[in-house]
């Protein structure tokens, strides 16, 4: 049996859904438990629906192998025998437009929206289903009666976008106003008058509350849109609707600008979800329920405030051509750590404090800010409240948010802003917790570290947290392994970070295992060794100083977070703690796993390339390796630290490094490409072009290198890379990359020689082996592969046939053999028969015939 459900006593919403639903579904039966509310029942005896449903009393749930929950992830809120019904093998599905209380394993789409229809809606736009006149018209008035008509606070611009397809679609406009805004019974309109006369007033840390409570026998019918009266009529911010009947206090919650999140109030049963939180106490009396919603509001009270009333304004602002040193003397002068960048009114960035201090530092004053500033900002509406902000905030890793009305700046919320507001906040991130003064977000991943870590790798990191724990050092790994285990890549670079002394941690470790320990003093690290193979590194937690641009920084002991700030990219900079206490809890700082999860690299800071310009080159190769993209800013910032010549500051040695390991990745030519396009190429190899030519031999050479190595062995790639680059060089180019790069001094012969021989081939055309085997007169693979890049796919063929020959191909007869056999004296001539000999064989001469070969050789020349 395969069944759409919903939760108990359905909505228009929930109903529309499940319509929906089975639309994409149609082998699935619909199935609701309880009755529709009456403006349902009204609206369907309206309509020519042609619909099929059934009430879970109607039918027998037998072998459900299929079920689809539509407007709510909660199967406690299903009909109970649909949650009876389940089995393991039971496929189910939620559609839901409510974020709460999810897991992992639960499937199906999830969307902050306004109404579930509005995601239904968007699936069956996708699929391109056709959809009806009157089907349009319940499906935009399940959308208008959840919006509250567009005014709930949860409501999407997707909402309306919509509903604007709908009507489009047919859906009558007239219809919607009758069946969400329906008359009030004259029992509907008592309850009004006796919640109005039991309205009063309250505030929580200056924000007004109206509290409304009345007395009834049983929850009367409608309930919801008496509420929905009320609210509209008093017109107020912040409403509280109590209802007592004989044992239970229902209660009904509305904010103009926030749902309040009554997760945490004790003894709550929720009847349904929605734009308003809708729930009931049992045992309780109104008195009692009141004071544990108020307790819910203290606690909450962040998502009600507005931010227009925390925030700093006027708004402190720096000109776009105004000089680093002179807005670093503004934010000193004044305190402010965060200026918004304006340039002729448009807001175009925020300089930071420490990004202007380290412009300074790397001899940049005189830059204009628009060169270091932080060209991703985020904003937000005066009328947002402050959770909402404090939320942005934290999703994009940033420390201040601008604030605008009407598309105008009009303040700006910090940090400290946040920290200094009346109401105060119990933390800033969510989820998260404290190290010292440091903020960052956690999550646990033992389970994946046991799932896809080798056993003997997840003993070691247990030790080692083990150990931290004994020296009551936190232990953290860091780096590739953590990007790599989140991707479900194999990755055992295993680097630890200690906050305490990493020296000492490894010769305590060295207690426990037979290892050797090389120190590195001056990184405050070191490496250790096993028997097996197996090498890990440890290193204090440190804050990396550069005192100029692309030289390599002095260190000084730190925190984690500091740590992982001084690393290259946000998806490299995760830590996971290993201590025993804490063991597979992930850190993120900088919303690594966000970026992770997009497939973005992103520096840390506008700075990061001009203090390691080799960062270029780590951009692309993990962009090419990972399928990535580089991010906006950071691919600007990139492009402008290349153009400007950074790169020459680098050691040729370190930039040798980058390249090797960029061309040893799976896809080598994409990663060069990329380079070439975002103009590094010409800087890496002045007076050289990234033509098409070029492109068409390297794509050779990458696709035929690792064919060649099984028959002439592998070759130098960086050498035979400079090769295909360099060949339409003058030596002077030349000479300056053997010099940059570390070349051997007779590196230009060899390039020489190498074109000469190209040349030939590619003028001479052989076809035989032997006529390869005479022309090229080498047997170096980078010579060998630098010529096969010349070569289209027919010479290609030959020139293979021709290096298999030559693998396979030996002399049973040698120079010994014709002194002794012929009677021949060491000179020339033996290597002249011998030259012969092998061509002939490469040919297609057989072993067997050599000695005939070699007498009617001799006797054409004369010899006896």
Not at 1 to 20: G, Q
Not at 127 to 149: C, D, M, P, W
Not at 183 to 202: F, V
Not at 367 to 396: G, L
């Amino acid at each position: 049996m395969k069944v759409i459900t919903t939760h108990r006593n359905p909505d228009f919403d929930a109903f529309a859904s499940a319509v929906a639903a089975q639309k994409i579904y149609p082998d699935h039966m619909i199935v609701f438990g309880g009755q529709l509310v009456p403006a349902l029942k009204r609206f369907l005896s309206s309509k020519s629906l042609l619909l099929s449903f059934y009430y879970v009393n109607e039918i027998r749930i037998s072998n459900l192998s299929s079920l689809i929950v539509v407007d709510t992830s909660d199967l406690k809120r299903i009909p109970a025998s649909l949650q009876q019904s389940i089995q393991r093998n039971t496929d189910v599905r939620f559609y839901d437009h409510h974020r709460t209380s999810l897991s992992e394993a639960q499937k199906g789409i999830f969307k902050d929206l306004g109404a579930c229809t509005t995601l239904m809606c968007n699936q069956l736009r996708k699929k391109k289903k056709e959809i009806s006149r009157n089907e349009a018209t319940l499906f935009a008035t399940a959308i208008y009666r959840e919006t509250g008509n567009f005014t709930h606070a949860s409501t999407r611009a997707q909402d309306l976008s919509t509903a604007a397809w709908l009507i489009d679609l047919g859906a009558r406009p007239d219809d919607l106003g009758i069946y969400s805004g329906y008359k009030l019974s004259a029992s509907q309109q008592r309850l009004i008058e006796s919640l109005i006369l039991g309205l009063r007033r309250t505030s929580i840390r200056g924000v007004e509350i109206n509290i409304a409570s009345a007395r009834r026998d049983f929850l009367p019918g409608g309930f919801s849109l008496v509420v929905e009266k009320l609210w509209s009529f008093l017109g107020v911010e912040n409403l509280v609707v109590l209802l007592e009947t004989n044992n239970r206090v229902y209660y009904t919650l509305r904010s103009k600008y926030m749902n309040l999140d009554t997760a945490e109030l004790d003894g709550v049963q929720r009847n349904s979800g929605g734009s308003y939180t809708l729930g009931y106490f049992e045992n309780c009396t109104s008195a009692e329920a009141e004071e544990k919603i108020i307790k819910n509001f203290e606690n909450n009270i962040e998502r009600l405030i507005k931010v227009r009333d925390i925030m700093s304004s006027p708004v402190r602002t720096a000109l776009a051509e105004m000089k680093v040193e002179d807005v670093f003397k503004i934010m000193q002068r004044t305190g402010h750590h965060t200026l918004p960048v304006v340039d002729q009114e448009k807001l175009v960035g925020i300089a930071k404090y420490r990004n202007t201090e380290k412009a300074i530092r790397h001899g940049l004053a005189a830059r204009r800010i628009i060169e270091v500033m932080d060209r991703f900002f985020v904003t937000a509406s005066v009328d947002d409240s402050v959770q909402a902000v404090t939320d942005k905030m934290v999703e994009n890793d940033t420390t201040a948010i601008l604030i605008l009305d009407g598309g105008i700046l009009s303040g700006i919320v910090t940090r400290t802003d946040l920290l200094k507001s009346t109401f105060g906040r119990r933390r800033i991130i969510d989820p998260g917790e404290k190290i010292g003064d440091q903020n960052y977000a956690k999550f646990p991943v033992e389970d994946l570290i046991e799932e896809r870590v080798e056993k003997r790798i997840v003993t070691m990191l247990r030790f080692l947290g083990a150990v931290g724990s004994e020296l009551n050092m936190p232990t953290y790994i860091v780096g590739g392994f953590v990007r790599d285990l989140l991707l479900k890549k194999k990755n055992l670079d295993l680097d630890i970070v200690v906050e305490g002394n990493a020296n000492l941690f490894a010769e305590t470790f060295k207690k426990y295992f037979n290892i050797k320990i090389v120190e590195h003093r001056e990184f405050l690290a070191s490496s250790m060794f096993f028997n097996d193979g197996l090498r890990i590194d440890v290193a204090t937690a440190r804050t990396e100083y550069y005192k100029k641009p692309a030289i390599l920084p002095e260190v000084e002991m730190s925190t984690i977070k500091k740590d992982l700030y001084r690393r290259d990219f946000s998806i490299n900079a995760m830590a996971i703690k290993l201590n025993q206490e804490d063991f597979g809890i992930l850190i993120d700082f900088f919303g690594s796993r966000k970026d992770l999860s997009k497939g973005i690299i992103r520096a840390l800071h506008p700075l990061s390339f001009i203090e390691d310009p080799t960062r270029i080159l780590r951009a692309v190769r993990f962009e090419q390796r990972f399928g990535f993209e580089i991010e906006v800013r950071t691919a600007e910032l990139l492009k402008q630290c290349a153009a400007e010549g950074y790169l020459d500051r680098v050691t040729g040695q370190r930039l040798r490094d980058e390249l090797s390991k960029a061309i040893e990745e799976p896809l080598p030519l994409k990663a060069l490409r990329r380079l070439a396009s975002l103009g590094v190429m010409e800087k890496l190899f002045p007076e050289t072009e990234f033509d098409r030519e070029t492109d068409i031999k390297l794509q050779r050479y990458f696709l035929r290198r690792e064919r060649n190595a099984l028959l002439i062995g592998e070759d130098r790639m960086f050498y035979t890379l400079l090769m295909i680059i360099l060949r339409k060089s003058d030596s002077k180019s030349v000479e300056w990359c053997i010099a940059r790069y570390g070349l051997p001094k007779n590196y230009l012969e060899r390039l020489n020689d190498a074109i000469a021989t190209a040349g030939i081939i590619v003028n001479e055309k052989p076809e035989t082996p032997s006529q390869f085997y005479r022309s090229l007169k080498t047997n170096k693979p980078e010579v060998l592969n630098f010529v096969n890049s010349y070569l289209d796919e027919q010479e290609d063929l030959l020139f293979l046939a021709y290096l298999k020959r030559l693998n396979d191909t030996k002399l049973s007869i040698n120079g010994n053999i014709l002194k002794a056999r012929y009677g021949m004296r060491e000179g020339p001539e033996i290597r002249d028969v011998l030259d012969e000999l092998f061509c002939a064989r490469l040919d297609g001469l057989t072993k067997d015939k050599e000695d005939e070969f070699v007498r009617e050789y001799l006797k054409g020349r004369g010899w006896k």
